[in-house]
């Protein structure tokens, strides 16, 4: 019935839970807008990729943009994980979350001198080098640090993910990584640069993936080169396949990590690949479900056309469907109350000051002002890409853990926003 998590169920009485935690009672307890995580989820969703790579040298670096909190992070960093990052701010993340740095693998396009000379200094496993003046800048900046680089390309190994353009990376056209081609010329210039050491290759077709075949092809295209290089006298140690595997929203069925790695590692071994130390990027996959965004209903506003149910929070909260025109599950928090309901189609919209700002459309519910409404998968790329547009303070977090709720993240309040900014006194 719910999409997602096993941790989220509805008791007899028709109240919503996370664990053994009331979610009604849990926005009483915090307010709203708020973010809840199951850590046991978290948890869960490691240990099903752990199972799926036993018996196999890998790390699991958590692509951390999806959510960074210090106690999601530190809850990964527990489990064995490491962390694939895209800036210096998230690498000050990991260490202050007790993550470390040589579990780290830095992506990313545009790395300034200074995070690459901070990811020096830090130890971090790998950089992800996306082009060749990127490479000849990290040479130098390595060079100044008397180190030298631990480097592995980002190869674009142009599969088409089939996912929302925005969230697909691995096609000619895109920004991202080394285009196929350009490969082979690219590791042998960063052989000739003193202060790099390649160490690895790897890949990031998008997100949001749900079938195995876009994946299957981009290793067959990384091992082609993995093999091309090493004929011509270079060595690959890791192979970084990167992250995407889909979630389930409503009706995805995306694959199980063991039913995504099982006939990747099967091709890795048939390649006679199997000595590689692999290493994934999940991100969605490890977050997406684990959580929920609690939101109070406002009011209720039927229209001709369209019926609106407000509630307080907004695209700034949750920016998934003003962005993509992604669909998420939205549920009523109680059901089953005494109280009269109005059961309708309502676009469930936010406060803010855009016609963009909608969490839901056409969602048939049975709500009354006051009511909380939990939109489901909100664990991934939801607090993480929240902004104070509207002079909103960004909302609350809590992470639970079987009966105990935590509040690890405050709400931000007015004072917070402005903090930073003077007036023309
Ligand atoms: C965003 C990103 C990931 C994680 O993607 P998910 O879809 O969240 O699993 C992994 N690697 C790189 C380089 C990324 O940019």
Redesign the pocket.
């Known amino acids: 019935m719910l999409p997602g998590s096993p941790f989220l169920h509805r008791d007899a009485a028709g109240s919503l839970h996370l664990e053994a935690l009331e979610l009604n009672e849990l926005a009483s307890r915090f307010g709203t807008p708020l973010y809840v995580y199951s850590r046991s989820a978290m948890q869960a969703a490691v240990a099903a990729y752990q199972r799926a790579l036993a018996g196999r040298q890998h790390l699991i670096c958590y692509?951390m943009?999806?959510n960074a909190n210090l106690a999601v992070l530190q809850t990964f960093a527990q489990a064995g994980c490491g962390f694939?990052i895209?800036s210096g701010g998230e690498l000050a993340r990991v260490l202050a979350a007790g993550g470390s740095a040589d579990k780290v693998v830095f992506?990313?396009v545009g790395k300034t001198r200074a995070e690459m000379a901070q990811a020096l200094e830090a130890g971090v496993r790998c950089f992800?080098v996306e082009s060749i003046p990127e490479l000849a800048v990290l040479d130098e900046v390595a060079r100044a640090h008397g180190v030298r680089a631990p480097v592995s390309l980002?190869v674009n190994p142009d599969v088409d993910p089939k996912t929302h353009p925005y969230?697909s990376?691995g096609l000619k056209g895109n920004k991202?990584g080394i285009a196929h081609s350009e490969a082979l010329v690219t590791y042998q210039r960063a052989a000739e640069l003193q202060s790099l050491h390649i160490t690895g290759i790897?890949c990031?077709i998008?997100?949001?993936?749900t079938e195995v075949s876009p994946y299957q092809d981009a290793l067959d295209r990384v091992l082609d080169l993995v093999e091309a290089l090493e004929a011509q006298g270079l060595s690959i140690h890791h192979l970084d396949l990167?992250?995407?595997?889909?979630i389930t929203y409503t009706d995805e069925t995306p694959p199980t990590p063991e039913q995504l790695l099982a006939p990747l590692l099967a091709r890795i071994d048939a390649r006679g690949h199997s000595q590689r130390e692999i290493v994934l990027?999940?991100?969605?996959?490890?977050v997406?479900n684990a959580g929920v965004m609690l939101t109070e209903v406002l009011f209720l506003k039927p229209g001709e056309q369209k019926s609106f149910c407000i509630v307080d929070a907004g695209m700034n909260d949750l920016m998934r469907p003003a962005m993509y025109e992604a669909t998420m599950g939205i549920v009523a928090c109680q059901t089953n109350t005494e109280k009269a309901k109005t059961a309708h189609t309502w676009d469930v919209v936010g406060p803010v000051c855009e016609s963009g700002d909608w969490l839901g459309r056409d969602r048939d519910l049975a709500v009354a002002p006051g009511d909380r409404l939990a939109v489901l998968s909100a664990g991934?790329?939801g607090m993480s890409m929240a902004s104070n547009y509207n002079a909103r303070g960004r909302a609350a977090e809590v992470m639970v853990e079987g009966d105990q709720a935590r509040l690890i993240r405050e709400r931000e309040s007015v004072s917070d926003l402005y903090r930073l900014e003077k007036r023309w006194d």
């Open positions: 692509a943009k999806a694939d895209v992506s990313g992800n980002r969230i990376t991202f790897d990031h998008g997100s949001q993936i990167g992250g995407g595997l889909g990027e999940p991100g969605r996959s490890l997406g991934a790329y």
